[in-house]
Structures are given as structure tokens and as C-alpha cells.
């Protein structure tokens, strides 16, 4: 029978250290079973005993909620159980017309009851966080503009609905406002979230905080942290991704083959090939030119006002290149990993930084670390600093991807042999 322990083991038997003890228990149990069976002089299956591979590969088949089930429950507490064996003709006869009525036909009708075609509707929970984050706010936009084209859904026949709120606070409040609606046997709620919500709070508030709510609600995380998300993964229904189509995915946009746009495509011409194929070949080459790629982009990760003349001569001689100055190094950092996504995309981002910030006690190599870590480290890497002899003794061995310069002519050549390549 169930008991309190066995309740609060649905709380926590998916948990790997508690589905580990569970399953020791079971075994322990089957063992004692089998041992009791075999040693029955009636038991029928003496010549071929149940081995431990056996009993492991059939707790391996249970679920982890059924595993803490069978290893806390107890034998039946009844008097048959303490007889030669229970009937189940005892329980359930075989004459079941002497305690089951026969329905009868009181009247005939050639009606039927209409068959109702329930139309669900998918309500999308949009979590973005108390700060502005332009690419989450344009992801957004981009899938409720798709959501509104019928021909581009995974359920065509269903209605979408797209729901944003910034903080834990909000998404909360809004559950509990929308309890009915969400309750309803065609609503199916899904919740999209950030990692870090606000200053304090992660996306494991944000599956506290809607589970509490809605037990089984799916829940998707929109980050690219693998190492900090590792808890947030241990809940059932959670999944996390930094690929914005598999974010489309998840609520109901229908992906097709996709392509990189960072990527230059090519075609072989091949002379054997009878004539419409390298036609073909001209207009898959053709249509693919009309795309074009994102502008070049220098990241500059210092103040704009350093050295202004350099700048009007880089914009000068490159009017297409969009520049963008960070201060800080922190600035810096908050900025790739919110637009981690759009950079990938584009072909060409140069960056270049100092050899030293004073107050966060950061240099050069740690930007080159931030870069490895966000798989940012092909990209054109350099250092402007004042002395390149005095970098170097203080940082003997520089990471291979940066390039260090002291002078404004070299660097002038490093931006041009890069956006020109």
C-alpha cells in the first residue's frame, strides 16, 4: 500500500543519487524473492535459476517513479496471502452474471452523437529578463511574425499565442491570473526563459516558481552556459539550447533545412553532365547571391574617445564597417554573450582591445579566454597598446590568435588585410 514515503518519493525519484538508492533497494528485494521461490520445492523453474544480470536489466526497464514505488512498498497485508495462493477466480468469479447486471436496449435511435474536433491552442511563456537584451527581443518578434503564417506551424489546425514577461515576479502573477484559461483541456503551455533572469535569480527560479503552478509544463532554456545549467537539467522536462531554430522548434514553428549564412557557397561545374544541370547550378548559384551576409563589424573594447582620429580614419576608409566601442572589459563581455548568436552569423568580426584594465584587474588573455570559451577564437583578434616591448615582458607567451601593435599604421594594415580578405 501507499504510504507518506512513498508520496514524497515523486518529488525527488528522478534525482540520480535517490534513483541509485531505489534501485539497490529493489534489488535487494527481488533477490529476497527469488531466493524465497527457489527455495519452494513446488517452485517449476529449477532448471534455469534467475540470474543478478536478470533482475538488474528488469529494474533497468521501469521507470525511476515505479522503481521508488516497487522498492518502498510492502507485501499485502491480507489474511489469503497467508494460504497455499490467491485465486483470482476468488476475487473476480467466472459467472459474472450473477453480480453483473446485462444492459438492456430500451430504445433504438439512428442518431449519432457528432464527433466534437477539440482545437488546442498553444500559449508560448516568454521570460526575457529585467534587462534589454536586443537579440532575445528580435528572436521574439521574428517567431511571432511566423506564429501569424498559418503555412509555417508544426500544427497547422491549432491557434498560437505568444506571452512576454520580464521577471519571475511577472510570470507568476500571470499564471495565477490565467488559472482557468490554463486549465482547460486544449491550452498547452510552454515556458521559454533566459538563465539569468535577474541579479539574484536563474532559470531553476524560473522551474520553481512555474512548477509550482503547473507540475509537468515544458520548460526550454535559451542560453549558451553549459557548465552553470548542469542543476537546471536535472528537473524532468527541461531542455536547453543556444540555436535559435531549435528554439522555433520548441514552440511550433516548422524548421526546414537550414543553411549558414556565414558560410560561402561554391558550385563545380562538371562538363560530363548533360547541360540543364549546370543550369540548375547557375540558379541555385544565383539565388544564393541575393542573400546578403551581415555587415563587418570591429569591436573595440576600450572608450571612444582613446582616439578618435583613429577611428574616423578606419570609418573613412571602410564606410560599410559598423564599430561599436565597449569601455570595459565587463561591458564587454555582457555584450558577446548576448549577441553571441549574431555574430556567428556574420563573416567578418574584428576585435581589438588593450594590453591592460587597470581597475578590473583584466588583461588581454583574458578577453583571448572569454573568446576560446564563447568559440569565438578564429576570429581577428588584436592589442593596441602604447609599448609592445613592455607587454611582452610582462606576458612573455601570448596566446597564438592575438596580434600585438604599437603603432597606428600596423594596425591600420591589420583592419584592412582582414576586411579585405
Known sequence: P?????EASYSYAHLTHCYQKYTKKLIRKLEETRKNLEANPKWPHKSKPITDDELRFASNCIAPHAVAQLSLANPWPTREMSGIEVRVEDIYPFDLTKFLPLPTVTYLSLQRTPSIFIRNSFHILWIIGDKKNESVENLVKDIQNLLNNPKLLTHTDCDHKVIVVHTI???????????????????????????????DKTAIDVIRAVRSELSRVPVLIFTNKRDEIQGALEFPNVIATDKEFEVKEFVGVSQETLWNPGCRTSYIQNYGMPS????LSSASAHDTSRTSPLKPMLLWIDIPQNDPKMTNTIQADHPTLEIIFKPTYKDAEEYLNNSLCEIHKREKFITICRGYYIQEKKSFTHVAQLFKNLNLGTRSFAVYTRSKTDLLKHTPDPPRSVEIFDKKSDLLDFINHHLKE
Do not use: G
Open 2 to 6: 501507499s504510504d507518506a514515503t512513498v
Open 169 to 199: 515576479e511577472e510570470a507568476q502573477q500571470w499564471l495565477k491570473t490565467n488559472q482557468k484559461l490554463i486549465q482547460k483541456p486544449h491550452i498547452r503551455l510552454k515556458v521559454v526563459t533566459l538563465w539569468t533572469i535577474q541579479n
Open 276 to 279: 540543364h544541370t549546370s543550369s
